[in-house]
């Protein structure tokens, strides 16, 4: 049973750019949490998705959009790069409570 | 607001020795309390979860204990290794949980040197 897997595993981008990032849940998990975790800091909650819809919203401007699909996996946008997006995004499964988080996708925006 | 606050914000120990690490969470209502180790450029894994009316929980050398009246938990690592060497997170989780998003503390950055 493979866990949460995300790709790619490092990214770089200039600003400006738009990238997409993204999840596979861990097998049977219909909900996925995107977190952006920037160097020395705890991850921050960007947004969940469950049955395809987003449930919930962090503190995060229109920049940044996701998707679920049918099969429960995930992506994550974000537009108009800016420096300060440069972080560590998360992605997490979940099932009744129980979350997993994936290796992550390394962006460096240059 | 909610928030969860973890000291020492680092540490340094040597292998063989014991630690302990803070977690002071605001997050109300309180549905559970989750330690995680991090390694450098990795996804966070679970090592404890404890709810409401648990006071402890243990991992093999990491042992975890809840007190909920004074909103206040702590991570003890016993005979520390030197792959003990990682950030340690504090999450807090409102009740309700579900798939309640969850609040991070910054963690704390254990060194176990030889």
């Known amino acids: 049973d493979a866990g949460v897997t995300q790709s790619p595993t490092h990214l770089i981008k200039t600003r400006g750019q738009q990238v997409t990032l993204r999840c596979s849940p861990k097998?049977?998990?219909?909900?996925v949490s995107w977190y952006q975790q920037a160097l020395g800091q705890g991850p921050q909650f960007i947004f969940q998705y469950y049955e395809e819809e987003e449930r919930q919203r962090g503190n995060f401007p229109d920049r940044f959009s996701g998707h679920q699909f049918p099969n429960y996996s995930s992506e994550l946008n974000v537009n108009a790069l800016l420096l300060g997006d440069s972080a560590l995004y998360l992605c997490a499964s979940s099932l009744e409570g129980k979350q997993f988080f994936g290796p992550g996708t390394r962006l460096t925006v240059l | 607001k909610n928030q969860v606050e973890q000291s020492p914000q680092s540490l340094i120990i040597l292998e063989g020795k014991n630690c302990t690490l803070q977690?002071?969470?605001?997050?109300?209502?309180?549905?559970?309390l989750r330690w995680y180790k991090q390694d450098t450029g990795r996804g966070p894994v679970s090592l404890t979860i404890?709810?409401?009316?648990?006071n402890t929980k243990s991992n093999g050398r990491y042992t975890a204990t809840l007190d909920a009246d004074t909103k206040q938990s702590s991570l003890h690592i016993t005979a520390s290794q030197l792959s003990d060497s990682a950030s340690y997170i504090c999450?807090?989780?409102?009740f309700g949980e579900g798939n309640t998003p969850l609040v991070f503390g910054k963690g704390t950055r254990l060194s176990v040197i030889a």
């Open positions: 404890m709810t409401f009316s648990e």
């Open positions: 999450v807090v989780s409102a």
């Open positions: 977690c002071n969470y605001t997050v109300s209502p309180f549905s559970n």
């Open positions: 097998s049977g998990h219909d909900t």
